[in-house]
């Protein structure tokens, strides 16, 4: 099965302070990429961090960076320094390619709210 | 210049009637993807469409569910017959043409069309 898991349907974080967003997912593709897609009230899905599977070092953007382990099949985002526009959906997802294209398998995303 | 478009951006339709969504890629890039996120759901692919053939049409939950591109760009998504269980926002996104042994490239999502059918 494609699948990915995110365990924590919903989180909460004080302005300024750091959190961890789980995610675990199940490929039997050799080569693929993760994402973390992040989904404000206004629906617009926005990239935060992409991984390629084959690059052990784990990818860092600005404030968020991901805890990548492979052979756990694993893929955490952590946020550093929350700010109040971090507010959102956030979704973990892998790419299958398939009859040339790469589409996504998500989860079912985490409600994350950052508290003044 | 701007980035994918999406119409109408919400549709309220019902039951039983036929509705067409339309999606406006980024210009350039040949890639497009159709998906749906239902309440409280991930997104789940539809179809894929690589310039104006849709290769991977694996995700259609059944025959009521087509979608063509034309021009290499706007692309648009029909239901026939609507039913409830099709209430869900419906998302495009586009992205560069995926290289040879995959390229992991960034898919830049429109806003959706939320779609309610009575």
């Known amino acids: 099965a494609q699948t990915v898991t995110q365990s924590q349907p919903e989180m909460s974080v004080q302005e300024a302070e750091t959190v961890t967003l789980s995610c675990t997912y199940d490929t039997s593709e050799n080569n693929y990429y993760l994402f973390w897609y992040k989904q404000p009230p206004s629906r617009q899905m926005i990239l935060v961090i992409r991984q390629e599977a084959y690059k052990q070092q784990n990818a860092t953007e600005n404030r968020f960076s991901v805890n990548f382990q492979k052979a756990a099949k694993s893929f955490s985002l952590k946020i550093s320094d929350s700010q109040l526009g971090d507010t959102a959906m956030y979704f973990c997802?892998?790419?299958?390619?398939?009859?040339?294209?790469?589409?996504?398998?998500f989860g079912k995303g985490t409600k994350l709210t950052v508290n003044p | 210049g701007a980035g994918v478009s999406q119409s109408p951006s919400n549709k309220v339709t019902e039951k039983g009637k036929d509705v067409e969504l339309r999606c406006d890629p980024i210009s350039g890039h040949t890639a497009l993807y159709w998906y749906r996120q239902s309440l409280g759901q991930g997104l789940e692919f539809l179809i894929y469409f690589q310039g104006n053939s849709a290769p991977d049409k694996s995700g259609l939950p059944s025959d009521r569910f087509s979608a063509e591109r034309t021009g290499g760009s706007v692309s648009t998504l029909t239901i026939q017959r609507t039913q409830q269980e099709d209430s869900a926002v419906y998302l495009c996104a586009s992205s560069l043409v995926r290289l040879a042994g995959g390229s992991g490239n960034e898919q830049f999502f429109g806003p959706g069309t939320r779609l309610t059918v009575l």
């Open positions: 997802a892998f790419t299958i390619t398939q009859g040339g294209s790469e589409k996504l398998v």
